[in-house]
């Protein structure tokens, strides 16, 4: 294979190379150029050979390869719960661990319930020499982050929110993708929208914001729309409608839930009341957990890529070890509605 080079003036490039420009040049995948570049399985000898030389040539800095290396991943109990509940953690760690498998990195997994728990994994990831940095699942209060001051390793956090930027993220975009579920509900002719959460979390704070900053731009007030639950439990989104309703009458025509397995808590209370869904109530979840399409009706929600979030975090650490001293950065993903029978128009 050949492969030609063009250098800038001076030998010099324009703008920052990226690992798309050594694919491109090389004539193969992202992923493949990745695998040859972080050492992983799959990738002939004599195209690694060209697509290492084609990013030397590049300026393009080679990241350093944890192929048989560890990467310790902390999960915080809020994960652990989610991952037997209702699947978000469990489709990020898929996409985490196929990531790990194609790059043969070894994830060593830790559960931290307390402060205690997590110093000790902090001095065991500083002491053994084979471990090259750290994922924190759903780990971002502020007493995690502080207690990594001065770790000397890369940290990355999945699924979670540092307003100080201590460390880089990957998430999904969650106050736009809160935004767009807004939209969605407000331009089929709702006004009365409730926001039904279970408030803590900072990623679950942005989807709360996402969801004021729509009604802020149609001039709608947000005052008194918030329903709040102590946990993410169906059964308690259930009481939080119908006693919404008991106490109030149906003085909403939808709701947006900020996870899926609440929104189908409020499809149950809202039928158990006498309504129809979306007939006289539009609802609408966040995340495309599996189970929203078997809902009766099935249920609109908004796609959350939470495998790609899995695998982008692994990416970013590698990202961390090339060398460069880059800043923390903060990776967020896109989503978008996953239209199904839940919502419809306003009645009139």
Request: proline share 2%; with cysteine.
């Given at each position: ?256 839930a900020a996870g899926d397995s609440l929104a189908i808590g409020a499809m149950m209370a809202i039928q158990k009341s006498g309504y129809k869904v979306p007939a006289d109530v539009s609802v609408m979840g966040m995340d495309d957990l599996p189970q929203a399409a078997f809902q009766n009706p099935p249920l609109t929600t908004m796609h959350i890529p939470m495998r790609e979030i899995g695998a982008a975090s692994l990416d970013l650490l590698l990202a961390d070890l090339g060398g460069m001293d880059l800043p923390p950065r903060r990776v967020e993903f896109a989503c978008h509605i996953v239209q199904r029978q839940s919502t419809g128009a306003v009645r009139a």
């Open positions: 294979m050949v492969v030609k080079i063009e250098s800038g003036k001076r030998g010099t490039l324009s703008r920052r190379v990226r690992l798309e420009d050594i694919a491109a040049r090389c004539g193969v995948s992202v992923s493949t150029a990745s695998r040859a570049l972080a050492g992983g399985k799959g990738v002939r000898s004599d195209l690694r050979s060209t697509i290492i030389e084609t990013a030397k040539k590049l300026n393009y800095t080679i990241p350093t390869s944890i192929t048989g290396r560890k990467v310790i991943l902390a999960a915080s109990n809020a994960a652990m719960i989610d991952y037997v509940r209702n699947q978000f953690t469990f489709y990020v760690l898929d996409g985490l661990n196929e990531r790990a498998r194609t790059l043969g990195v070894e994830l060593v997994s830790r559960s931290i319930a307390d402060t205690g728990e997590q110093l000790a994994l902090l001095d065991e990831a500083r002491q053994d020499k084979s471990v090259v940095g750290c994922l924190f699942l759903t780990l971002d209060d502020e007493a995690v982050l502080t207690l990594t001051g001065g770790f000397g390793k890369p940290i990355v956090l999945i699924n979670g929110d540092d307003p100080a930027m201590h460390h880089s993220s990957v998430t999904p975009c969650n106050r736009s993708a809160a935004h767009l579920a807004t939209q969605h509900l407000l331009d089929l002719g709702h006004r009365r929208i409730l926001f039904l959460m279970r408030r803590g979390r900072r990623t679950i704070e942005r989807r709360f914001e996402g969801w004021q900053d729509a009604l802020r731009e149609r001039g709608l007030a947000a005052e008194g729309l918030a329903v709040e639950v102590s946990d993410w439990l169906p059964d308690l989104a259930v009481e939080a409608i119908a006693r919404r309703i008991e106490g109030r009458g149906l003085d909403f025509t939808a709701v947006l």
